[in-house]
């Protein structure tokens, strides 16, 4: 079994996240061991932002799912754990918004059928 000090495949760990990128997110832990949730390991749905799971400077529980002895760096995954499942950050959607809406045009299109709808509630 593959092992980089304390740390094993399969193990329940505690870390920062300490960056975001595109492709996932890193994570640090106090010894100065890091790892990488690659962005598949995020969701078993499909992660169309990273930024609605993680941030830069929350602490998460991962499982570590591989390690990369050579680089001193773990994969780890969220979506391993069920208690992650519960704490991923929900996408807001007002009623009547399209759902690939963007920008403040929807949102100046759709602000007085919201109001309206106020004055009637």
């Not at 519960?86 to 059928?113: C, H, L, Q, S, Y």
């Given at each position: 079994?593959?092992?980089?000090?304390?740390?094993?495949?399969?193990?329940?760990?505690?870390?920062?996240?300490?960056?975001?990128?595109?492709?996932?997110?890193?994570?640090?832990?106090?010894?100065?061991?890091?790892?990488?949730?690659?962005?598949?390991?995020?969701?078993?749905?499909?992660?169309?932002?990273?930024?609605?799971f993680?941030?830069?400077?929350?602490?998460?529980?991962?499982?570590?799912i591989?390690?990369?002895?050579?680089?001193?760096?773990?994969?780890?995954?969220?979506?391993?754990?069920?208690?992650?499942?519960?704490?991923?950050?929900?996408?807001?959607?007002?009623?009547?918004?399209?759902?690939?809406?963007?920008?403040?045009?929807?949102?100046e299109?759709?602000?007085?059928?919201?109001?309206?709808?106020?004055?009637?509630?």
């Amino acid at each position: 079994m593959s092992s980089i000090g304390n740390y094993k495949v399969g193990m329940t760990v505690y870390g920062q996240i300490s960056g975001i990128k595109p492709y996932g997110a890193f994570v640090r832990f106090d010894d100065g061991v890091s790892g990488l949730i690659h962005i598949s390991e995020l969701s078993n749905g499909f992660v169309r932002n990273i930024d609605h799971f993680v941030t830069v400077g929350e602490y998460v529980m991962v499982k570590v799912i591989d390690i990369d002895k050579e680089n001193r760096q773990l994969r780890l995954s969220l979506k391993a754990l069920p208690q992650n499942r519960k704490r991923f950050k929900k996408r807001v959607r007002f009623e009547g918004m399209p759902e690939d809406a963007i920008g403040f045009k929807t949102i100046e299109k759709m602000m007085p059928e919201w109001l309206k709808g106020e004055k009637n509630d």
